[in-house]
């Protein structure tokens, strides 16, 4: 059976709850953290009656996501109580931290039970804790909610480095062709400076011109090099700089996730 996502979410964290003992007292948290013990420790049916108590006293999603967890760990029979749970851990999860694993669950559990009908009947369920109303609105919890693992950080873009690459290239490729058509037009010119005269028109100015004009383009050649050697020395630096000073770290917060660290 596949729980890894939601034990990831709601178990990896659990020891941040030490921090709430600062806190007032709050049974509907006392009860969570007791659940949360038993389910680590394998006592299901511990596990499942402190969830749903403190759902009672303080409806909130990840307490309610926990008991679904609960009673899909807990064995088949558990299965359709696992399903019920997990809907309504979907239906009130605003911030979708697990909407997306419960109602993959929903459709994995109902696909079990359809495949199990031709087998021994199922023991009936038991009962749902009482509630306000079958299916409780989630109100904010009096207390911080334990906090749940973050996503995997997403990969440093590096778009200005390849750019400062690219224009680095460039620049290389500008140097180089600078470089070769000076070097021609100096043999040019060393070649015609034996010439006592050079008479406009004939083929001796027109190779002078020609000399001239490469040397031209050759020095707007270095200038470019230069401007984009410039750029991709400024583009590599900002890339590095912004992808290594950062220091950031999320937390969750009871009005969804809060992104701090320096920038």
């Given at each position: 059976m596949r729980i890894h996502a939601l034990v990831a979410l709601v178990l990896l964290a659990i020891p941040a709850l030490a921090r709430a003992q600062d806190a007032p007292s709050d049974p509907s948290t006392s009860l969570f953290d007791r659940g949360v013990e038993r389910l680590r420790e394998g006592d299901h049916e511990a596990a499942a009656a402190a969830f749903r108590e403190s759902y009672r006293l303080a409806p909130r999603v990840t307490t309610m996501c926990n008991l679904a967890l609960t009673y899909d760990r807990w064995g088949p029979e558990h299965r359709a109580q696992a399903a019920r749970a997990y809907r309504t851990c979907a239906r009130d999860d605003d911030t979708g931290r697990f909407r997306a694993f419960a109602e993959q669950r929903v459709a994995e559990i109902e696909r079990e039970l359809v495949l199990s009908e031709g087998d021994a009947p199922q023991p009936e369920p038991a009962p749902e804790p009482e509630a306000p109303e079958p299916e409780p609105e989630i109100t904010p919890p009096p207390s911080d909610p334990p906090p749940v693992a973050p996503p995997p950080a997403a990969e440093p873009d590096h778009t200005l480095l390849w750019i400062g690459v690219g224009a680095a290239g460039l620049a290389a490729g500008a140097t180089i062709a600078g470089v070769v058509l000076a070097l021609d037009a100096q043999s040019t010119v060393d070649d015609l400076r034996d010439q006592p005269v050079i008479v406009r028109g004939s083929p001796e100015h027109d190779r002078l011109e020609q000399a001239r004009t490469e040397a031209?383009?050759?020095?707007?050649?270095?200038?470019?090099?230069?401007?984009?050697a410039a750029g991709a020395a400024t583009l590599v630096i900002i890339d590095l700089t912004s992808s290594s000073s950062s220091e950031t770290h999320v937390a969750i917060r009871p009005n969804g996730i809060a992104i701090e660290g320096r920038f």
């Open positions: 031209t383009v050759a020095t707007a050649l270095y200038v470019t090099a230069g401007v984009l």
